[in-house]
């Protein structure tokens, strides 16, 4: 007995299933590995961090940089994930005809509360293969800003990071590849419960 095949989608395939209305106005998903795959619902310290950060993000960027929230990046493996965040370079044309892909993009960020385990486990690894050499997960259930760098294949052949670094709700960080521009993480992490 075979188990069933599944089918496996272009991005192409994906851009043209949306194109013809197959998806819902509420159905949240994203393309990975050439699987369509639901997207985890925000709580609301989660929609927090994101208000806050993109409030923060567009103060320091200005227009130094392109901040795309919530919207599709193009990765090679036949993935265009959706992360909260992508700062990427400045394009005349605005990305109309393309979405960023890898040598595009300056910094994903990710904002994690139940989608933690999926967001190391699946997308940390899809980055770190296409590429992208900077990736922040802000982790809500722990207050905390992990920060990735330095991507890698192992011996068995999957992609990560090599170095993580954590910065904790009260400190300071800064915008990787913009000098001068610090983030405050007070202003974006949700408040301390007492």
Known sequence: MSLPKTKRFTIE???RLIEAGFFQGDDRVELIRGEIANMASKGKPHVFCRTQLLRELCHL???RATLRCADPVALPQDSEPEPDFAIVRNRKENYLSHHPTPDEILLIIEIADVSLQYDCEIK????AEAGISKVWLFNVLENQLEIYTSPYQNSNGTF???QKQVKLWNETIGLPGFPGLTLELTKVFPPMKS
């Open 160 to 162: 990560n990071y090599k």
């Open 13 to 15: 395939e994906y851009h």
């Open 124 to 127: 940390l690894p899809l980055y």
């Open 61 to 63: 960027l200005g227009d």
